[in-house]
C-alpha cells in the first residue's frame, strides 16, 4: 500500500514537471540585421585620378552612381577603432569609417536590439516550481501530527500564452534593428552632408585669398595711378576700404572652416580630430534626379516607414496575447509525507486554476486594440510626412542643380572670357589695369556665389538619395516606450 501510495504521489509530482517542461519554449532566435538595401550607402568605387573645378585639381574622391560620395558601411555597423586614416587628404571612406567606430548613436542603437532579446527570451520563460515541507495538527493527541515532507507545485502557462510574448519581444527586436539601420544611414548620411560643408569651406577660403590679392593690388594700381595724377585721394581710400575688408573676410572664411570641421569632427565621434585637407569634388558628375523615381524609392525603402508597418505586426501580435490572457493557466501541487497519529504515509494531491468571473482583462485588451489603432493611423502618417519632406528637399535640389548648372555653362565662363579680354586689351593698351583687377573680382565673387549653391545642392541630394535620414547624432528612440502591458513584474 505505502509502495502504491508514494508511486502516485511522485507520478503526480513528476507529471507536474513534465508538463511545465512541456511549454519551456526555446530560446529566441537571433535576428539578423537587415541587409543594406539599395538605399544604404554602396562600396566605394571612383576613379584615382584629379579632377578640375573652378580652376583648382583636387584628387578624386570615390562616388555613388549619379556623383554622390559613398563609403563602405560594414554590415555589423562598427569597425574596430584602431582603424586609422591612410596619409594624405582624408576621403568621404575614411572619415565614415571613423564614424562607424566612433558615433556613440550607433552603441544606443544596438542596446535596444539587445534590451529587445532579453525581453523575448524573459517573457517566453515558464514560472518556477515550488517546493516546500509543511506539517499539520501538530502535538493532536500528543503526536507530531500530519507532516508533508516533500511537496512540489507548478503552474502550466496555457493558452500558448508564452509563445505570443516571446514572439512580440522577437518583434521588438526587429523594430531596433530597423532603427539601428535607420541610425547608421544617418550617421552616414550626416557627415557626407558635412564633408561637403568642409569642402566647400575649403574653397571658400581659397577664393578670399585671391580676391584679397586682387584688392591689394589694386591698392598698390591706385596708389601708382595716384601718383602719376591719373587718381585722386578718394579713390586711394576707396581701394584700401575694399581690400581691409577683403582681409577680415578671409580671417572670417578662415573661422567658418573650422566651425565646419568641428561640426564634421563631431559627427565622426573624434572631436579632437586634426583639421587636415578633404579629398573630393563639389560639382555634379552625374544625371540629374527623377523626381518619381526618388519618391518611389523612399517610400519603399525608407526606414521609417519599415519601422511604422513592423509596428502594426507587433500590436497585432500584442492584441492577440492580451486575448488569450484570460485563459486560466493551471497549477498542479503534490507531495508525499506521515501522519503520526495514525502512523500511516499519506500523500497530496491538487489541481487549481483561477475562474475569470470578474477579471477578464477587459481593459487591457481595449488599451491594445487602441494601440494597434494608432499604429495602422502611424503608417498612413508616415507616408504622408515622407511625401511632404521629400517635396521641399527635391524641391531644394532642383533649385540648386538649376543655379549650378546656369554658373557653369553661362555666368562663369563668361566672367572668365571678359577677364582674357580685358588683359588683351591690357597688352594692346587699349585697357587700363584697374578694369582687369574689376573682372577678376567679378570672377572671385560669382565663384563665391557658385560655390554656396553648389553647397546647397549637395546638401539637397545627400538628404534625397539617403531617404531624408541625415542628422548623425540625434539619439535614436526607444523602439517600444515603457507603458502599463510593458510595466508588469512579468513582461508579456
Known amino acids: ?15 507536474a514537471i513534465a508538463a511545465a517542461g512541456c511549454v519551456t519554449p526555446d530560446p529566441p532566435r537571433r535576428l539578423r540585421p ?9 562600396p566605394a568605387t571612383g576613379d584615382p585620378g584629379a579632377s578640375t573645378s573652378g580652376g583648382q585639381t583636387t584628387p578624386a574622391v570615390a562616388t555613388l552612381p549619379g556623383g554622390a560620395p559613398a563609403g563602405v558601411v560594414p554590415a555589423s555597423g562598427v569597425v574596430p577603432a584602431s582603424f586609422a586614416p591612410a596619409a594624405g587628404p582624408l576621403t568621404v571612406a575614411d572619415l565614415e569609417q571613423l564614424a562607424l567606430a566612433h558615433n556613440p548613436t550607433l552603441v544606443q542603437a544596438a542596446t535596444f536590439i539587445d534590451a529587445a532579446r532579453g525581453k523575448a527570451l524573459q517573457a517566453g520563460l515558464p514560472f518556477n516550481p515550488t517546493a516546500g515541507i509543511a506539517g499539520e495538527q501538530i502535538g493532536a493527541d500528543r503526536t507530531g501530527g500530519e507532516w508533508t515532507f516533500f511537496s512540489l507545485q507548478q503552474q502550466i502557462v496555457t493558452g500558448g500564452k508564452l509563445r505570443l510574448s516571446r514572439l512580440k519581444y522577437e518583434q521588438e527586436a526587429e523594430l531596433a534593428e530597423i532603427q539601428a539601420h535607420a541610425q547608421r544611414l544617418k550617421v552616414v548620411n550626416g557627415l557626407t552632408a558635412a564633408y561637403f560643408d568642409v569642402l566647400a569651406a575649403q574653397r571658400t577660403v581659397e577664393n578670399h585669398r585671391r580676391l584679397s590679392e586682387n584688392a591689394e593690388e589694386a591698392v598698390k594700381t591706385t596708389q601708382q595711378l595716384l601718383n ?23 580671417r ?42 526618388s519618391l518611389a524609392r523612399l517610400l519603399q525603402e525608407s526606414p521609417e516607414l519599415a519601422f511604422a508597418v513592423a509596428k502594426v505586426q507587433q500590436d497585432q501580435t500584442q492584441l492577440r496575447r492580451e486575448r488569450r490572457e484570460p485563459i486560466p493557466n493551471v497549477t498542479v501541487r503534490g507531495g508525499v509525507g506521515y501522519n503520526y497519529e495514525t502512523r500511516n504515509p499519506v500523500a497530496e494531491v491538487g489541481l487549481s486554476l483561477p475562474v475569470p468571473v470578474f477579471d477578464r482583462n477587459q481593459g487591457t485588451v481595449r488599451q491594445a486594440a487602441a494601440d494597434l489603432a494608432r499604429s495602422q493611423a502611424e503608417v498612413t502618417r508616415v507616408q504622408l510626412d515622407l ?106
Open 1 to 15: 500500500m505505502r509502495a502504491r501510495v508514494r508511486a502516485f504521489v511522485f507520478g503526480v509530482s513528476f507529471a
Open 34 to 42: 537587415p541587409a543594406p538595401g539599395p538605399g544604404a550607402l554602396a
Open 228 to 250: 602719376l595724377g591719373q587718381a585722386n585721394q578718394q579713390d586711394l581710400l576707396q581701394a584700401q576700404v575694399e581690400a581691409s575688408q577683403a582681409r577680415v573676410a578671409v
Open 252 to 293: 572670417n572664411a578662415e573661422t567658418r572652416l573650422r566651425q565646419d570641421w568641428v561640426h564634421l569632427a563631431t559627427l565622426v565621434g573624434v572631436p579632437d580630430l586634426p583639421l587636415q585637407p578633404l579629398a573630393g569634388q563639389l560639382e555634379p558628375d552625374g544625371p540629374a534626379l527623377n523626381r518619381d523615381e
Open 387 to 492: 511625401q511632404r519632406r521629400f517635396a521641399d528637399a527635391f524641391t531644394r535640389y532642383q533649385t540648386a542643380r538649376e543655379e549650378v548648372e546656369n554658373f557653369r555653362t553661362e555666368a562663369l565662363p563668361k566672367a572668365r572670357k571678359a577677364v582674357e579680354l580685358y588683359e588683351e586689351q591690357l597688352k594692346a593698351r587699349r585697357a587700363a589695369f584697374p578694369q582687369v583687377l574689376v573682372a577678376r573680382r567679378t570672377v572671385y565673387q560669382l565663384n563665391e556665389e557658385y560655390n554656396k549653391s553648389l553647397t546647397q545642392f549637395r546638401r539637397a541630394e545627400v538628404e534625397v538619395r539617403g531617404l531624408l535620414l541625415v542628422d548623425g547624432l540625434t539619439a535614436p528612440s526607444n523602439p517600444t516606450p515603457p507603458g502599463h502591458i510593458n510595466a508588469t513584474p512579468r513582461p508579456r
